[in-house]
């Protein structure tokens, strides 16, 4: 596709549901991002892929929020028991392969609302 | 203190005039920058990227680095009400192809 898609973009769990976030980067790109961005603030990390190796999980904020890139190409991030904290908007971003700094550039999908009730 | 830091604003300018916007990040190491504008309800967009000292300029946006004083800048000229929107400053981590980190993001009103 042209750009990264996410799905659903919308959301709405009740408090203790199970939820599954999914994310298909640009074609050709290696490392789906994710990010949390909660009301009035900017995208926080919380975990990144680099083809199908998880490199980087430190910013899932508990162990009810893991991911997955099982096929090297579409990512889900999943919350189990979800609770009313969670309700941000859930970013997937990619970036193109290669080596060095101007490689960060990060390119961001449309993203999830999730309202947890 | 957090780690990039940005006025949140409201900036108010009048159409036509110079938007200046502001960021500074802590750590030294960092060697990428962004300035990424997000409508309300939109994702993050793209804007600029910098990694040298200096200016870098597209079209009506200039990005200013200064990593001796670990800030950085946007400048909007001839703002538009289509300028409306916050602007997000992120900053690379000094390894590449990690993570970005992220401001608040200000919230650039521009009038007719």
């Known amino acids: 596709g042209a750009g990264v898609s996410q799905s659903p973009r919308y959301k709405v769990a009740k408090r203790g549901q199970d939820v599954a976030l999914r994310c298909d980067p640009i074609?050709?790109?290696?490392?789906p991002f994710w990010y949390q961005q909660a009301l009035g603030q900017g995208p926080e990390f919380l975990t990144y892929?680099?083809?199908?190796?998880?490199?980087?999980k430190s910013g899932l904020p508990s162990d009810r929020f893991f991911a997955e890139r099982p096929e090297g190409s579409v990512s889900t991030l999943k919350i189990q028991r979800t609770q009313q904290e969670d309700s941000a908007v859930y970013l997937c971003?990619?970036?193109?392969?290669?080596?060095?700094?101007?490689?960060?550039?990060?390119?961001f999908g449309p993203g999830t609302r999730l309202t947890v009730l | 203190q957090k780690e990039v830091e940005q006025n949140s604003g409201p900036l108010s300018v009048p159409e036509g005039a110079i938007a200046s916007l502001n960021c500074t990040y802590s750590?030294?190491?960092?060697?990428?920058f962004f300035w990424y504008r997000q409508y309300s309800g939109k994702s993050p967009e793209l804007i600029m990227s910098?990694?040298?000292?200096g200016d870098k300029e597209d079209g009506r946006f200039t990005a200013q680095l200064n990593k001796a004083s670990q800030y950085v800048s946007l400048l909007i000229r001839d703002s538009q009400p289509s300028d409306s929107a916050t602007y997000l400053c992120a900053v690379g981590r000094n390894q590449a192809g990690t993570a970005l980190i992220f401001g608040k993001g200000t919230t650039l009103s521009v009038s007719s």
């Open positions: 074609s050709g790109h290696v490392s």
């Open positions: 892929f680099q083809n199908e190796a998880q490199l980087d």
């Open positions: 910098i990694y040298s000292n």
């Open positions: 750590d030294r190491g960092s060697q990428s």
């Open positions: 971003a990619s970036r193109k392969p290669g080596q060095g700094f101007t490689t960060d550039t990060q390119y």
